[in-house]
């Protein structure tokens, strides 16, 4: 994480990468728990933003995290805890010069169309998956691409092929050999 880092190291890796001619095009942030649930979420807070301060040092232009699904109800104290932190990450994303990339998958695109607008400074992006949004059956390209024109920071490649062996009824193949 972060935290191993030291400034020196930073420093150090930062300019090590320069010297190779070499850019990162983004941090992984992967949690045990997205933002929408409550327990520890004031550690997944601070590690993106530390993630974040990471990337802004290093240059990567987002970090990458798949936040969880987007809380239905305004009303729910879990829901008033998952916008306060997105918020909170979407204001270091802008202060650090980096982006909040969530993945698809959990919601159904217009949902999370409607949460980036509501959200706070524009610090969240979208890094698109679009296997994890076929077997929900999303139109994975034209219209799923141009919703988020402008906000995709990232793609992540990988195929899935329709399949009664598993419990999505989809399974991940090679890609090019699947239905994406």
Request: negative net charge.
């Given at each position: 994480g972060p935290d191993q880092l030291s400034q020196t190291g930073r420093r150090h890796l930062a300019h090590l990468i320069r010297s190779h001619?070499?850019?990162?095009?983004?941090?992984?942030?992967?949690?045990?728990?997205?933002?929408?649930?409550?327990?520890?979420?004031?550690?997944r807070l601070a590690g993106a933003q530390k993630t974040l301060a990471l990337a802004g040092e290093l240059g990567a232009p987002h970090i990458i995290h798949p936040m969880g699904a987007i809380p239905p109800d305004r009303q729910d104290r879990k829901t008033a805890f998952f916008f306060e932190?997105?918020?909170?990450v979407s204001r270091e994303a802008v202060r650090v010069?980096?982006?909040?990339?969530?993945?698809?998958?959990?919601?159904?695109?217009?949902?999370?169309?409607k949460f980036l607008k509501e959200t706070e400074s524009g610090g969240l992006a979208v890094?698109?998956?679009?296997?994890?949004?076929?077997?929900?059956?999303?139109?994975?390209?034209e219209q799923t691409v141009q919703r988020f024109a402008g906000s995709i920071a990232g793609l992540h490649?990988?195929?899935?092929?329709?399949?009664?062996?598993?419990?999505?009824?989809f399974r991940e193949v090679p890609v090019g050999e699947g239905d994406v």
């Open positions: 001619g070499l850019t990162i095009s983004g941090l992984g942030f992967p949690t045990r728990r997205g933002f929408h649930e409550l327990e520890k979420i004031e550690a932190a997105m918020n909170a010069g980096a982006r909040f990339a969530v993945e698809t998958g959990l919601d159904r695109p217009e949902t999370l169309e890094h698109y998956n679009p296997a994890n949004l076929l077997p929900a059956g999303v139109d994975v390209y490649v990988k195929d899935v092929v329709r399949s009664g062996m598993s419990v999505s009824g």
